[in-house]
T-cell receptor, first 115, second 112 residues
Framework: GNSVTQMEGPVTLSEEAFLTINCTYT??????LFWYVQYPGEGLQLLLK?????DKGSNKGFEATYRKETTSFHLEKGSVQVSDSAVYFC??????????????FGTGTKLQVIP | DAEITQSPRHKITETGRQVTLACHQT?????MFWYRQDLGHGLRLIHY???????NKGEVSDGYSVSRSNTEDLPLTLESAASSQTSVYFC???????????FGPGTRLTVL
């Protein structure tokens, strides 16, 4: 079955530091890949996505590139801010999950950015 | 703007009581999902629906039920609440295909 593995948290960084959150996946087909962000007390919201190999998703200074050869979708940001403190979820959807119906989520990585 | 709403946002109940959590979406999506979120477990799928009158069990469906009588709503019922069901519950919806799911704000349920 499908699975998503992301790095354990919490990750603590100083403001303006470089961020990488690793995500690797196992899927039987050609999945769509997502990063969701969850701010305290809120639901998940889509941060960025990529639907085919070598696509780069980007939003709010965050980027992730769909790497089929390494089955990875690592999240990066060049300079984090305190407002980026949140939990980040890597996720995928592919044909085996009822024809692109269900999403498989990683366990989430908590990021704390200190001033 | 289209959205998903959940009610109540917070609920405290007692063991053994029946509880219903509401989910309403105005995206006109066919697919709707219920998840629970617990520390150390991430998001776990409880039930899902691919359209009116369609419901399916997820990975942690015991003690929960859903019904889908229209496109907009998928209420989640806890038949007899247990302390193990204390959690944060999220509803989500999407269209079929490779696009994303859209999430509601969550309901924090405490079972005493």
């Amino acid at each position: 079955g499908n699975s998503v593995t992301q790095m354990e948290g919490p990750v603590t960084l100083s403001e303006e530091a470089f961020l990488t959150i690793n995500c690797t996946y196992t899927a039987t087909g050609y999945p769509s890949l997502f990063w969701y962000v969850q701010y305290p007390g809120e639901g998940l919201q889509l941060l960025l996505k990529a639907t085919k190999a070598d696509d780069k998703g980007s939003n709010k200074g965050f980027e992730a590139t769909y790497r089929k050869e390494t089955t990875s979708f690592h999240l990066e940001k060049g300079s984090v801010q305190v407002s980026d403190s949140a939990v980040y979820f890597c996720a995928l959807k592919d044909r085996s999950s009822g024809g692109y119906q269900k999403v498989t989520f990683g366990t989430g990585t908590k990021l704390q950015v200190i001033p | 703007d289209a959205e998903i709403t959940q009610s109540p946002r917070h609920k405290i109940t007692e063991t053994g009581r029946q509880v219903t959590l509401a989910c309403h979406q105005t995206w006109n999506h066919n697919n709707m999902f219920w998840y629970r979120q617990d520390l150390g477990h991430g998001l776990r799928l409880i039930h899902y629906s691919y359209g009116v009158q369609d419901t399916n069990k997820g990975e942690v469906s015991d003690g929960y039920s859903v019904s889908r009588s229209n496109t907009e709503d998928l209420p989640l019922t806890l038949e007899s609440a247990a302390s193990s069901q204390t959690s944060v519950y999220f509803c989500a919806s999407s269209e079929p295909g490779p696009g994303e799911q859209f999430f509601g704000p969550g309901t924090r349920l405490t079972v005493l």
